[in-house]
């Protein structure tokens, strides 16, 4: 018999999303008799106790007889259970100096981690993630800063919608001022960010009309990563050679930011992929993007005007054009900059149950079976060891 458990988050603001929503468990419970799921009580989940007891989970606050613990964000050191394996995002892929003890005490504490992040299939594409809900919400902030600013419309918050259908009910009848939106990226969050362009009726136009001319109806364009980056000895551009050596490439954005009011960034970023513009380029008088959605949210990454995160209830701040000083948001002279770190816990059931279903799909037979070569290179830690696809993070994770 496995035991999987869906353990309480412990992260500071508690996160209110679940790795497998009560409907789901209901269904691995019917369909799997060799497992069962234990849920430990808790106050801040989008599903309630009582939802996941109807489901037939059993609700426990001691976790250590559970073989697989899956939670979302990151896991406080003193919660962990030595000898368990964890499923979450972990969030220290990238050597983030603000969980290193996180990582070091997993591998005291002989865990296994298999992160959400890392897994993909073959050919890199992510398998399972929140990103399609974070470009929702973040793309519905974002025309919402905008609308503030120009007070031209007025689109309510995504958190007090109980649902992504009632949120499409805010798009009936929204009349939009004649806007270009330039919207990067082509994954999950880019896929959210369009179905957010379509269902306000903003057009599509291809990136060399939009390049050209002014429309008299709100329009968007899709940059992808031959649109973003080219190649800077032959200029050429390639996929492959751009997410294994994105250090040999340079940004083609910035003669978007004189024909962009709003940027919706949804590109994915690491320390050596370029910047879309550096910060001093927002100084040029021809420089005229008013509002930023950085859905993919890095500080100081593609969008070198993110300056840190924000919060679901206050999610806008300025950048002084001049000064590149953070300011107030809608000030005349300030750039708006929407940067939150957890979006899609605004539409929490929604999100979470988007989540599970991939999970169950991808993972779930394999994680409970013999495992998979998915599973495998997503293993961060096994045992207590750095596996060998991870073995650049040996320093890091011993604090040198």
């Not at 990151?74 to 499923?87: A, D, R």
């Not at 793309?139 to 499409?168: C, P, W």
């Not at 968007?220 to 032959?234: E, F, I, N, P």
């Not at 949210?297 to 919060?311: E, I, L």
Request: proline share 4%; charged share 25%; glycine share 8%.
């Amino acid at each position: 018999m496995i035991r999987i458990g869906l353990i309480r988050e412990g992260k500071i603001p508690a996160d209110n999303r679940v790795a497998l929503t009560p409907a789901q468990c209901k269904w691995i419970l019917k369909n799997s008799s060799d497992v069962q799921v234990i849920v430990q009580s808790s106050p801040d989940r989008c599903f309630s106790d009582r939802e996941y007891l109807s489901a037939g989970a059993e609700i426990k606050e001691d976790m250590s007889d559970c073989d697989i613990l899956f939670g979302i964000k990151e896991v406080p050191v003193s919660q962990l259970i030595s000898g368990k394996t964890y499923l979450f995002f972990s969030h220290t892929k990238k050597k983030q100096p603000q969980n290193q003890k996180l990582l070091r005490a997993i591998i005291d504490k002989k865990i296994t981690l298999i992160d959400y992040e890392c897994l993909e299939h073959e050919d890199g594409q992510r398998i399972i993630g929140f990103g399609f809900f974070a470009g929702v919400v973040g793309a519905h902030n974002g025309m919402m800063a905008y609308g503030n600013r120009t007070g031209l419309f007025k689109l309510d918050r995504v958190y007090k919608q109980r649902s992504f259908r009632e949120l499409i009910h805010n798009y009936f009848g929204l009349r939009l001022p004649n806007v270009k939106i330039a919207v990067t990226g082509s994954g999950r969050v880019a896929h959210g960010i369009l179905e957010i362009m379509n269902l306000m009726g903003i057009h599509e136009v291809e990136p060399d009309e939009y390049l050209k001319r002014r429309f008299s109806y709100p329009v968007y364009t899709q940059l992808k990563g031959s649109d973003l980056y080219k190649r800077k000895a032959k200029g050429k551009y390639s996929r492959i050679e751009f997410h294994e050596h994105p250090e040999k490439y340079e940004s083609l954005f910035l003669p978007y930011t004189t024909q962009t009011d709003i940027l919706m960034n949804g590109v994915y970023w690491d320390k050596n992929v370029p910047r879309l513009f550096e910060k001093e380029a927002v100084q040029a008088e021809n420089f005229i993007i008013q509002t930023i959605a950085d859905i993919t949210d890095d500080a100081n990454g593609s969008v070198p005007v993110n300056v840190g995160d924000q919060t679901i209830e206050n999610p806008v701040y300025g950048i002084d054009k001049v000064t590149l000083e953070k300011t107030a948001p809608y000030l005349p002279n300030s750039i708006d900059v929407m940067a939150v770190g957890n979006l899609p816990n605004e539409l929490p059931r929604d999100a979470s149950r988007y989540f599970g279903e991939q999970l169950i799909k991808h993972i779930l037979e394999d994680l409970v079976g013999n495992g998979s070569a998915i599973i495998e290179r997503a293993t961060m830690v096994k045992e207590g060891e750095l596996t060998k696809e991870f073995e650049y993070l040996r320093e890091y994770a011993e604090g040198s």
